[in-house]
């Protein structure tokens, strides 16, 4: 990415100004060296997108493409990102501040994510329905539901752009993206290799811009037939409060605050490392973080200083060091929220035990210590609150009970972590813990192929899998007569 480049939105396979002529900076939270300028949209600018995606969804040269074709493109954009997924990578992570060796994992299975779809687009079908009578055939079709509006966060700008944009395509829709104000970058790429693979213009438009102007004006627009949605909890519900205002379905996949239970008889190492991971992997900023860590008194003091230990010997440093394990949060105030929750935890009575301190990471940028937290329980807010950085709560407990009842004591239920040996135990837990996604003996595990739902505040609708092709689609039922007696007069009742 050269310093300084200057980026427009995309519409219509064009590079188009923002109308106001304002533009916003782009920074490496690493080393807060500037990267890049990005258009900074307006309703204006999300009208034209919203216009130029409509056109292209009436356009014969996208509505009857054929499933296959769909298919084909899909897939063809799939080995586009293979092919740049170096290039792609290493923007993320100077966009971010990401390590380069997660964004590089994340971008070599992310062509999966499109040949999923690209053979799901031609198996949407409707069904024959007996309805009773004979004399009459009821079938449904499955529809596309026309332009649909994405609104993506910064923590994995092109996966979780790529959870809505390859079903919505696969289904027949267009899409406009309004990617995260600090990640704009490989999104506008993403649509420009869309084009390259022969997306016809207008399939994929990017509006760059901030939530308030850019976002509220794009979920706003009466044209979008759909938003999907992935960012905090906050902003999910103020989108939910306006779409439901003109009635148009929302996917949104929002926060969480999740639990990793480690039972007396689970594999404390392997049980350590997976807290470590589900906490510290990308500096915590995951929706799935597994925050809220809960140990059975049998192993507790072992697991704590299993995970403090490791926390200890985290190498933080430039994301783009393949020796380095943790990376910067993505901005100042991401940082300030961060430090300001480990504060507010102190003051309600938790011990730091590791942790706690920002640090520069020797290049000046908006680093965090890997933080681990005692001395809390469930009422207090760093236990109760998406921190959204490496900041663990490790709580112990003592029967199964019990962990249920403090596990599932949250607003949030988007995923649950348990070790445990005890196969029992294992299903039990998972039947019973209020959460979307479960994991036993990992955490973090993920596929385009496996379906995943927030449940309470982690939010509404189905991302992954074939059930996924159901947000992006609307149900038509259709009747026919195959009668040929003369249709009866409705008011004379017969007997
Ligand atoms: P956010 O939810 O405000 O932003 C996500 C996206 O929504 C961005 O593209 C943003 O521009 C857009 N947006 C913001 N306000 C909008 C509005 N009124 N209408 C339409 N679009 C709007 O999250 P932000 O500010 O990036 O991060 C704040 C906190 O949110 C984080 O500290 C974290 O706790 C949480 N978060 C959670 C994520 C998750 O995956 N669960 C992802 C990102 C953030
Ligand atoms: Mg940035």
């Known amino acids: 990415m050269a310093n300084n480049q200057t980026y ?24 807060l060296a500037v990267l890049y300028s990005a258009a900074r949209g307006n309703a204006e600018d999300v009208a034209k997108a919203v216009e130029s995606s409509q056109a292209a969804f009436e356009d014969p040269r996208w509505r009857d493409l054929s499933q296959t074709k769909r298919g084909h493109l899909l897939r063809r954009l799939g080995d586009l990102i293979g092919e740049h997924a170096e290039e792609l990578a290493r923007m993320e992570t100077l966009d971010n501040g990401k390590l380069l060796r997660e964004m590089r994992a994340q971008l070599s299975t992310l062509p999966e994510y499109y040949y999923y779809y690209a053979g799901l687009a031609d198996k949407i079908q409707g069904d024959v329905i007996p309805a009773s009578d004979k004399r009459v055939l009821n079938y449904t079709m499955r529809e596309p539901l026309g332009v649909v509006g994405a609104i993506t966060p910064w923590n994995s700008p092109l996966t979780l752009t790529t959870s809505k944009l390859a079903p919505a395509l696969a289904a027949g829709n ?34 760059t811009g901030f939530g308030a102007e850019a976002g509220a004006a794009l979920v706003e627009h009466p044209k979008l037939a759909k938003i999907s949605f992935t960012g905090s909890t906050l902003t999910g519900s103020r989108i939910a409060a306006s779409a439901a205002s003109r009635f148009i379905g929302t996917t949104l996949e929002l926060g969480g605050k999740s639990p990793n239970i480690v039972f007396g008889d689970a594999d404390v190492a392997n049980a350590s490392m997976g807290v470590v991971a589900g906490i510290f992997a990308a500096a915590g900023q995951t929706c799935i973080a597994g925050s809220r860590v809960f140990a059975h008194k049998s192993i507790y003091d072992e697991l704590l200083e299993r995970v403090t ?8 440093g430039d994301p783009l060091d393949d020796l380095t394990e943790l990376g910067p949060l993505a901005f100042a105030d991401q940082r300030d929220k961060v430090a300001g929750y480990v504060d507010l935890g102190v003051s309600e009575g938790a011990r730091v035990l590791t942790g706690g301190r920002r640090s520069d990471g020797g290049l000046g940028g908006f680093f965090y210590e890997p933080t681990v937290l005692t001395d809390v329980d469930n009422s207090m807010r760093v236990v109760r609150e998406e921190i959204f950085g490496p900041v663990a709560a490790i709580m112990p407990f003592e029967t199964e009970e019990e962990v249920l009842r403090l596990a599932n004591d949250t607003d949030y239920g988007l995923a649950a ?17 209020e959460a979307g996604t479960i994991w036993v003996n990992t955490y973090r595990a993920m596929s385009p192929m496996s379906p995943r739902q927030g449940f309470k505040n982690s939010g509404v609708g189905v991302e992954h899998g074939t059930e996924t092709m159901r947000e992006y689609t609307r149900l038509k039922s259709v009747w026919i007569n195959t009668n040929e007696e003369p249709v009866a007069d409705p008011f004379i009742m017969r007997s």
């Open 309 to 316: 230990e490791r926390a200890r010997s985290i190498v933080i």
């Open 417 to 433: 972590g348990l070790w445990t040996q005890n196969l029992s135990r294992a299903h039990r837990m998972a039947s019973k813990l």
């Open 174 to 207: 267009t899409m406009v993206i309004k990617p995260s104000e600090y990640t704009s970058a490989t999104v506008l790429r993403l649509a420009e290799l869309a084009t390259e693979a022969g997306f016809p213009p207008g399939v994929v438009n990017v509006v």
């Open 8 to 31: 427009q939105h995309y519409i219509g396979a064009q590079w188009v100004a923002p109308s106001s002529g304002e533009y916003f900076q782009s920074t490496n939270p690493a080393t």
